[in-house]
């Protein structure tokens, strides 16, 4: 039996609904559903461990993780705050709105009473290596979506986690850079064991899997491919200002690109 399955699971709680609360007017992309599979996450941390998030804009997931980790985890959140890689068609840096972001996280962080918990670190990922220690028992990769970074963040950042680790990826089955990354390492992979998702947050379990199981596992991954085509044709619409066909493809708010 894994380590996750022998964990009981944690119940909803008002603890949970605090979290929410507290991300209530945080911006982001997060879903009230995803922050929940985060939140759950977070909890199963035991401490002495060590959270880091990858990419964390105004802070709505970093104070889902800080609220949910139980006392004596560290949380690290990276991300350079310069204003690029930062959202849907916003790739190209720009000072201002980083600083900007690093302004709103700060204050969200303050508000929702979690600065304390959080060491956040304002480099790139893949310059970050150095600033955090020890094993990672719970990655959460939503830095750049492009393929060579998710690619990246995946492979270096993920191999620090060891077997009973967790791995949670946003905008997995929807950004094409992220899917490419998972087509790439986790799709076929001996080391990565697929839970489940929530939207387009992809969570995976470190485990050494075996040949059969990482067929079985490749197959668990595959049967989510039509909603990252979903996705595309929904993105398409939006940008043909096809309104309705986003609406038939089953796109909630029209004006929103899915996440
Ligand atoms: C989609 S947002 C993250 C959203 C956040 N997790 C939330 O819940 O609101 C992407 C963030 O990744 C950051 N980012 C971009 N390139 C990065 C990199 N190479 N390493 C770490 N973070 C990066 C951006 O500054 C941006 O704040």
Not at 23 to 40: K, N, P
Not at 155 to 172: E, F, K, N, Q, S
Not at 236 to 248: Q, S
């Amino acid at each position: 039996m894994n380590a996750e399955a022998r964990r009981p699971r944690i119940a909803d709680g008002p603890d949970l609904e605090a979290a929410l609360r507290a991300i209530g007017d945080v911006e982001g992309w997060l879903s009230e559903g995803q922050a929940r599979r985060l939140w759950h996450a977070g909890k199963q941390v035991e401490p002495p461990g060590q959270i880091v998030e990858i990419g964390s804009f105004r802070g709505r997931s970093t104070i889902v993780l800080s609220r949910a980790a139980p006392e004596g985890v560290q949380i690290v959140a990276i991300d350079p705050h310069g204003g690029g890689d930062r959202g849907p068609q916003e790739i190209t840096p720009d000072a201002e709105r980083g600083d900007s972001d690093n302004h709103r996280f700060r204050a969200n962080l303050e508000r929702a009473g979690v600065n304390g918990r959080v060491r956040h670190v304002r480099r790139m990922s893949n310059e970050a290596h150095r600033d955090v220690d020890g094993p990672i028992d719970l990655l959460y990769v939503d830095g750049a979506h492009r393929y060579a970074p998710a690619r990246d963040d995946i492979a270096a950042w993920g191999a620090r986690v060891p077997v009973g680790g967790t791995l949670l990826v946003h905008d997995a089955y929807n950004a094409i850079g992220v899917m490419l990354a998972q087509l790439r390492l986790l799709f076929f992979s001996g080391r990565w064991c697929y839970v489940g998702r929530t939207r387009s947050l992809a969570q995976y379990r470190r485990e050494d899997l075996s040949a059969g199981a990482r067929l079985q596992n490749a197959l668990r991954q595959a049967v989510h491919l039509p909603y990252f085509v979903r996705n595309g044709l929904i993105k398409v619409a939006l940008v043909a200002r096809l309104r309705p066909v986003a609406r038939l493809l089953g796109q909630p708010d029209e004006d929103a690109w899915p996440y």
